[in-house]
């Protein structure tokens, strides 16, 4: 309609001048344009009178009374339309302001998820890592000092030799389980026979400074019997290590985490069972997928990413095992395993 070198003057002037002609439909349509030209180009109201003032000293002679009537019919139109397409165009900025303050939000919440995932991340590793550095630490130094006292616990420094090579074994095996979860894939296990209630046995005694801490109970039940089964020490102790420290975790104190390893007909049952928080319907249908954590488990530890069971379910069957759980809302947990035995004649 306006063409580069007119002005909003020039543009009213002619459609006015058009309209005051014939008083068509088509100028009327021009208006129309005309007004939607107006709001696209930033002119106020009171700029749209100044300029059709101006057209009509232009346009319209003094004593012509049915072109001042044109006129001003004129400006009314323009007017209508300008106010109707006015409120479309400021309803339309405010919906576009509107999605850019969503989109806005939704990428500030984006980044903030992300940040805390990170952080949940950090914390798991750390609190994962914690075990086998203790464990680690606390044998070193004992084994200085049975050095520097000359003490003669021969066997008690290769126990603790023993289990600082497996901290430090742990250590090298979690960093490789944390990269094949990232990746949703499961490292690769040297599967040989080994004594299901030795490898237990270990990670209890791992587990003891931090149920000491939180002042609770380990039961375990000695089994003599000692069976064995097709599995790599490694992805026994971070399949112990995690039902043990969860029991200890959501066990309020004074509560008490039992471990028990039986003899089934051909199988090897290892079960880990607590006092705490317990299970809700929804955690046990839900307890094993990746990055799931229960509300009631929230409360009670904000950090952890909800891998530890996910890991664990894929390591016990890998194993050639499998994995259950049973409990209800505030009356403990029990995490049964079960493994194939191998008879002793084959180890």
């Excluded at 006292?149 to 901290?167: C, F, P, Y």
């Excluded at 990269?179 to 209890?204: F, I, K, M, W, Y």
């Excluded at 004074?254 to 049952?269: L, P």
């Amino acid at each position: 309609m306006q063409s580069i070198s007119e002005s909003p003057a020039d543009v009213y002037q002619r459609v006015l001048s058009a309209f005051c002609g014939s008083g068509s439909e088509e100028s009327l349509y021009q208006a129309s344009l005309l007004s939607q030209e107006f709001i696209a180009a930033g002119i106020p109201p009171d700029e749209i009178v100044a300029l059709h003032t101006e057209a009509v000293g232009k346009v319209v002679r003094t004593n012509d009374a049915r072109g001042l009537v044109a006129s001003q019919q004129l400006l009314l139109e323009v007017m209508i339309a300008y106010g109707v397409r006015y409120q479309e165009y400021a309803e339309m900025r405010v919906a576009e302001a509107g999605r850019a303050a969503a989109l806005e939000s939704a990428r500030a919440e984006m980044a903030e998820r992300a940040e805390r995932e990170r952080l949940d991340l950090l914390a798991s590793i750390s609190h994962e890592l914690g075990t086998p550095l203790t464990v680690v630490k606390g044998n070193v130094e004992a084994i200085r000092r049975y050095i520097e006292g000359n003490v003669r616990l021969v066997e008690a420094l290769s126990t603790k030799a023993h289990d600082v090579q497996s901290a430090v074994d742990r250590m090298v095996s979690l960093r490789e389980d944390l990269v094949a979860a990232s990746r949703h894939e499961q490292r690769a296990l040297d599967l040989v026979p080994v004594n299901a209630g030795r490898a237990l046995a270990r990670a209890v005694r791992w587990a003891q400074a931090d149920a000491r801490e939180k002042q609770v109970t380990l039961d375990v039940d000695d089994n003599a019997s000692a069976p064995y089964i097709l599995g790599e020490e490694d992805a026994l102790q971070s399949i112990f290590g995690n039902l043990l420290s969860n029991a200890v975790r959501y066990t309020p104190a004074g509560g008490t985490v039992r471990v028990r390893c039986k003899e089934s007909g051909n199988a090897v049952i290892l079960e880990v069972a607590d006092t705490g928080i317990g299970l809700s319907e929804e955690a046990k249908s839900r307890l094993f997928e990746r990055f799931y954590r229960a509300p009631e488990a929230k409360q009670v530890a904000s950090f952890g990413l909800g891998l530890g069971l996910a890991l664990t379910r894929d390591l016990v069957e890998a194993l050639g095992g499998s994995i259950e759980a049973d409990g209800a809302p505030n009356q403990g947990a029990t995490f049964r395993i079960t493994f194939p035995l191998i008879p002793i004649e084959e180890t």
